[in-house]
């Protein structure tokens, strides 16, 4: 249990964090759907316009720096490949 006020007041600000990142991924992983749903679908001009919305999602730190250009790398080589 926390005892001093700042350990009181980290939680609580983790607690927020928590949700607001659960979102952002949420967005994240729903963002990337659309761009490999399009990629299936073999619309090269809707996968390459997903995948100019998911980018800046997924750049915004919540996923780590590298994870985030990994999927960006690949899902722009997938889009490429149509």
Same mark, same amino acid.
């Given at each position: 249990? /926390?005892?001093?006020?700042? @350990? &009181?007041? &980290? +939680? ?7 949700? +607001?990142?659960?979102? &952002? =991924? #949420?967005? +994240? ?7 490999? #749903? /399009? +990629? ?5 001009? /809707? /996968? #390459? ?19 985030? @250009? $990994?999927? =960006?790398? $690949? ?8």
């Amino acid at each position: 249990m /926390a005892n001093t006020p700042q @350990a &009181r007041k &980290r +939680i609580r600000r983790n607690e927020r964090r928590a949700l +607001i990142n659960t979102n &952002r =991924m #949420s967005r +994240i992983r729903t963002f990337v759907k659309k761009v490999e #749903s /399009a +990629i299936a679908g073999g619309d090269k001009t /809707a /996968a #390459s316009a997903a995948l100019k919305e998911a980018q800046p999602e997924l750049a915004r730190g919540v996923l780590h720096k590298n994870t985030a @250009a $990994r999927k =960006m790398s $690949r899902l722009t080589k997938r889009v490429s490949a149509l």
